[in-house]
C-alpha cells in the first residue's frame, strides 16, 4: 500500500524540503503544496493520509509565532481541516507548525473541541532563540506517531516554545494520556524545568500534545532535522565507538521513528525494503 503525505509550504515555512524526504524515505508518496494552492483546490485532502506543517518563520513570527498562517488556515481551509481530522487520518506539526496547530485548536482539542484554542507555545523563558540536540521521553500515549517508552535525541531550533497553559487543562492532558513528549537530562530524568535540558521552560516539561484521538502531534523538536547518525551532535563520538567496537554505526537515527511509526500505521514500507 502507498499512502500520501502532503506538506505544506509558505509565507516563511522553511522545512518543507527535508520534511517531505523525511515521509518519503519511511515509504509515503510526499508531495509539497503552498498553501495558497491548497486553499484553491482543499478537495486534494480527501485523497491525502497524512497532512503535515513543517517548521520555519510563517510570516517573521510578526504577530506572535504560527497566529497568522492558523488564521489563514482558518479562514480559507477549516471545514476541510476539520473533515480531514475526523476520518482516520494523522496530522502532523513541527516546530512552527506545532504552534500553528494549536492556534487552530486542533490540539489539544478537549473533548474533541476542534477550533477551540486550549494551550499557547510562547516566548522561551531565556528570551533568546535555542538551537541544540535535546532529549525528550515518549510519554504514555495512544498516539500513533510515537512508540511509548521510547527516548529520542533530537534537535530543537525556535525562540518561542514554551507550552502554557491553565492548570486545570494540564491535568486534563495528564488525566486523557495527552502529553506526548517531555523534556529529559541525558540520563533519563526529567528534566523538571532546568536549562538546556528544557530549552524553553515549557510547563511540566511538555515537547509535545496530541488531540484525544492521538492521531494529531503537535511537537516543538525537529525529527527530520534529526533522522541520520552524522546529523547528531555526537556523531564522531558514536561513530568512534562503533569503529572501536567493530560495529556498523546504523545510517538513521531516532528521528526517523516517528515517520516510520506513521508508515507503519497505513501498514506501508520504505521504498529500500522487501515488499
Known amino acids: 500500500m502507498t499512502a500520501k503525505s502532503l506538506v505544506l509550504t509558505g509565507y516563511g515555512i522553511n522545512s518543507e524540503e527535508e520534511t517531505s524526504f523525511a515521509f518519503e524515505t519511511a515509504g509515503f508518496n510526499s508531495q509539497i503544496r503552498h498553501i495558497n494552492d491548497l486553499a484553491e483546490n482543499p478537495n ?14 510563517s510570516y517573521g513570527d510578526d504577530t506572535g509565532s504560527g497566529n497568522a498562517f492558523a ?31 494549536a492556534n487552530l485548536g486542533l490540539a489539544p482539542a478537549i473533548d474533541k473541541k476542534y477550533g477551540e484554542r ?4 510562547t516566548h522561551n523563558l531565556t528570551a533568546r532563540y535555542q538551537c541544540r540536540f535535546v532529549d525528550v521521553a ?11 517508552g521510547t527516548k529520542l535525541h533530537i534537535p530543537v531550533a525556535h525562540g518561542e516554545g514554551r507550552f ?6 494540564l491535568k486534563t492532558l495528564k488525566d486523557m494520556k495527552q502529553i506526548a513528549l517531555r523534556f529529559t537530562k541525558p540520563d533519563g530524568a526529567m528534566a523538571n524545568g532546568e536549562f538546556p535540558f528544557n530549552p524553553n521552560g515549557a510547563m511540566d516539561d511538555i515537547a509535545g500534545i496530541t488531540d484525544p484521538t492521538g492521531r494529531v502531534l503537535a511537537l516543538m523538536p525537529h525529527p527530520e ?10 556523531y564522531a563520538t558514536l561513530k568512534d565507538r562503533a569503529r572501536r567496537e567493530g560495529k556498523a554505526l546504523p545510517e538513521t537515527t531516532d528521528g526517523i521513528q516517528i515517520f516510520q ?10 521504498a529500500n525494503e522487501a515488499a
Open 164 to 169: 502554557m497553559m491553565a492548570d486545570e487543562t
Open 118 to 121: 486550549f494551550v499557547a507555545v
Open 261 to 270: 511509526n506513521a508508515a507503519q500505521y497505513f501498514g506501508i514500507k520504505a
Open 225 to 234: 532535522r534529526g533522522m541520520f547518525n552524522w546529523q547528531r551532535d555526537d
Open 44 to 57: 486534494e485532502l480527501n485523497d491525502v493520509q497524512v497532512l503535515c506543517i513543517p517548521g520555519g518563520f
Open 71 to 101: 488564521q489563514k488556515m482558518r479562514l480559507t481551509l477549516w471545514d476541510h481541516l476539520k473533515k480531514f481530522v475526523e476520518r482516520d487520518t494523522l496530522t502532523l506539526g513541527i516546530c512552527n507548525g506545532c504552534q500553528i496547530v
Open 138 to 148: 515518549v510519554q504514555d500515549t495512544n498516539s500513533p506517531w510515537l512508540t511509548k
